[in-house]
Structures are given as C-alpha cells and as structure tokens.
C-alpha cells in the first residue's frame, strides 16, 4: 500500500521543494525532474510487479534477502531508501536543467519563492538607511550604521546575488 506513492513522491517532493526555496529553477527543470524520477518510478515499480508474479512461494522477500542475489540493486533497495534516491536524481536533473536553460524573469517570480521577498525587503530598508545615513552623516555615519551592523556594505542586486 505504501510503496507504489512512494515511488513517484520523491520528483514531485523536489519539484516543490526546489520551486519553493530557490529563484534559479524553471518549468524546463520541473518537467526533467519529473520525466527522470517518474521513469525510475515506473521501473521500479514494473520490476516489483514482475519480481512478485514471478518469486517462488518458498523464497524470502527480494528487499536484500535469501535467494535475491540474481536480483538488481535498484530493485532491492527498501522502497523508503529508493524514495530518497529519486528525490536525489530529480533534484540533479532539476538543477542540470535548469543551468543549461534561461533563468526565470523575476517578474515571474514575485511573491512565488519563501524567503526571497522578505529578504528585499530587508535590504532595500537597509540600503534606505544607508542613503539617509550617507546624506546626514556623511560617510562616518555610513560606517557607524555599518559598525553597528544596521546596513550590510553591498547593493541589493549585490546582495541577492549571494542569497
């Protein structure tokens, strides 16, 4: 019962998880994360249904036990471990796909990523900061705010460059 969903949970757990965390990937990543994982799904699963139809009743169960050496590795793995290779996999391939391909517009991006918008919030207040503290206290008071750790010493696209 707990097997077959978990075959194809992990591509769509990377899909989420990446979409969600990260501004880089895109709808080319999302489709070759879930092209590649639910194709290991489909085998593993196909391979299971053929192992069972076709296991002698008195051998042991073909998870690394008696009788299951003859048995590739991809299908011995617990399914619980195979469901965190294929969230690694997908997660690869994701990436892969998303590198070779265009970036995202940001426009496309606004409030669709967890913690990105917060973070431009905070810089740009930092970088206003900065800007009042540069015409009032000249350059001293940009380095006390700085001291103080009230503004960072970079830009905003500086900034969410590193994020």
Sequence with gaps: MQKPPSYFAGPVSAVFVWGALSR??????????????????LLRFGGDV??????DQG????HGGAGSSDVFFFFRVHYMHFSALSFLASTAAMWFASLVTAPPLDS?????????GIADDVLREQLDQAKVAATKGGVEGRARLEAEGRICCFGLEDARRWL
């Design 59 to 62: 051998a042991s169960d073909h």
């Design 24 to 41: 880089r990937v895109n709808n080319w990543g999302a489709v070759w994360a879930l092209g590649v994982g639910w194709g290991m799904g």
């Design 108 to 116: 496309t991006l606004e409030s669709t990523t967890f913690y990105w």
């Design 50 to 55: 053929v192992i069972a139809l076709t296991r």
